[in-house]
């Protein structure tokens, strides 16, 4: 097979991925804004490439189909073909997914995370300059977030107040577990599972050690959940011993380290979710990598995300074992949908995060390096260039154009 056919991404025995100089990479439109936004970023991603390795390296894009388009074309929101290439491709870019109204989907992108078991949802919150910021000193922020991404109160476990389901439900808690719930109660169940958060926490762990970051912190609400979330943070403890004295927890740092971390460790720390929020505002530069359940990752990547810029500069990727969907962590924005108009910062973004995964981080660092240089040239697209004095608004693709000149 000569060298520049395109090659499917395949796993080694060891479950890392095998990438040729070519490989096959999917990628889903989106909705509303999707296309818009997938224009200006396709070619960003492509320049990466090519000004990092010249010819010897190249993408091969393969569209698939899901929200809207694929209704469209094939009367589903979320055709079994897509899965199945997901699952054979292993890699794909998507940009926004417009959950469908009142139909079957509760909401396509937990759908694929699901059925993809897509247990990792990866959010790197770092500021790049020039970006307005609510925050004084918001160079300090620098983190990724692991968030569980498959259990927790998002399994939808859950019965409306007064239905006969949440009736039985309350008179069996109440009559045979001795617990006093009001009978007009709504009812949630919120599953937490050993092998769920260890999978999320060893992963968070692989990905310290490998990327040389100084910590890893349990965000819990363990002094009130004690059996779910307390569990949470035990498990990370029990988890941090597979790594031997690769991983040293706080009480370690000053019992035998004098406070000091040594060099190529990572130190595991854990804070209540609660406290966790105040400590990102006030100490950021204190936290390198934070793993937590589904709904507290939830809140903290948003919140980390507005103290950078806000959700259009915020990149994310559902990651499982042998499979990864990168894509913009942001709505589908359908008003402006074809003006050529919206920030495709999130996607690019995410696209230089696809480009790490791949082991090609030359390429993915033109791009973090190129990205602050177009700011100080005073070219945004409108949400930021109304937030920065004197700044020329541009078209989304334009916004593309220029990052692919500052490479």
């Known amino acids: 097979m000569p060298h520049h056919e395109p090659e499917k991404i395949t796993l080694n025995p060891d479950g890392s991925l095998k990438v040729s100089e070519h490989p096959v990479v999917l990628f889903i439109e989106g909705d509303g804004t999707g296309p818009d936004i997938w224009r200006a970023t396709q070619p960003v991603l492509d320049a990466a490439v090519a000004k990092a390795y010249g010819k010897k ?17 094939t009367g589903s929101y979320l055709p079994v073909e897509t ?8 890699v794909a870019l998507k940009g926004p997914l417009t959950t469908p109204i009142g139909g079957g ?3 396509l992108n937990v759908t694929l995370r699901q059925v993809l078991d897509l247990y990792a949802c990866i959010r790197p919150v770092r500021y790049y ?9 918001p160079q300090k922020i620098d983190m990724v977030i692991f968030r569980e991404n498959t259990e927790d109160v998002y399994a939808g476990v859950e019965w409306q107040a007064n239905s006969d389901e949440a009736r039985r439900l309350i008179n069996f808690l109440n009559q045979e577990l001795g617990c006093s719930i009001d009978q007009g109660a709504a009812i949630g169940i919120k599953p937490m599972t050993e092998r769920c958060s260890k999978r999320l926490i060893r ?10 970051r100084a910590s890893l912190t349990l965000m819990h609400k363990g002094n009130i959940m004690k059996y779910t979330e307390g569990a949470f943070q035990n498990w990370g403890y029990e988890v941090a011993l597979e790594f031997g004295d690769r991983v040293v927890s706080e009480a370690e740092l000053w019992s035998r380290h004098q406070g000091q971390a040594p060099a190529g460790k990572v130190v595991l720390k854990d804070r209540l979710a609660d406290n966790l929020f105040q400590q990102v505002l006030l100490r950021p530069e204190e936290y390198a990598v934070i793993a937590t359940p589904n ?17 259009g500069m915020a990149p994310g990727a559902n990651v499982g074992d042998g499979c990864a969907i990168f894509e ?16 495709p910062g999130s996607l690019i973004l995410s696209g230089a995060m696809l480009l790490e995964y791949l082991g090609w981080n030359e390429a993915a660092q033109l791009i973090h390096q190129a990205l602050p240089k177009v700011l100080a040239a005073g070219v945004a697209t409108y949400d930021l260039a109304r937030q920065l004095p004197g700044a020329k608004e541009v078209s989304c693709s334009e916004f593309g154009q ?6």
Do not use: C
């Open 295 to 311: 709904l507290n990752g939830d809140y903290m990547s948003d919140a980390l995300a507005a103290q950078v810029g806000g959700l």
């Open 57 to 73: 390296r190249g993408i091969a894009w393969q569209e698939v189909l899901a929200g809207e388009k694929a209704y469209k074309r």
């Open 203 to 212: 992963m968070g762990l692989k990905y310290s050690l490998e990327h040389q």
């Open 83 to 90: 899965l199945n290439d997901l699952r054979e491709y292993r």
């Open 129 to 137: 300059k020039g970006v307005p910021s609510p925050m004084k000193e």
């Open 105 to 107: 989907f509760r909401s």
């Open 402 to 407: 220029n990052l692919i000149k500052h490479m």
């Open 328 to 343: 913009a962590t942001h709505g589908s924005a359908p008003k402006y949908a074809g003006m050529d108009k919206v920030n």
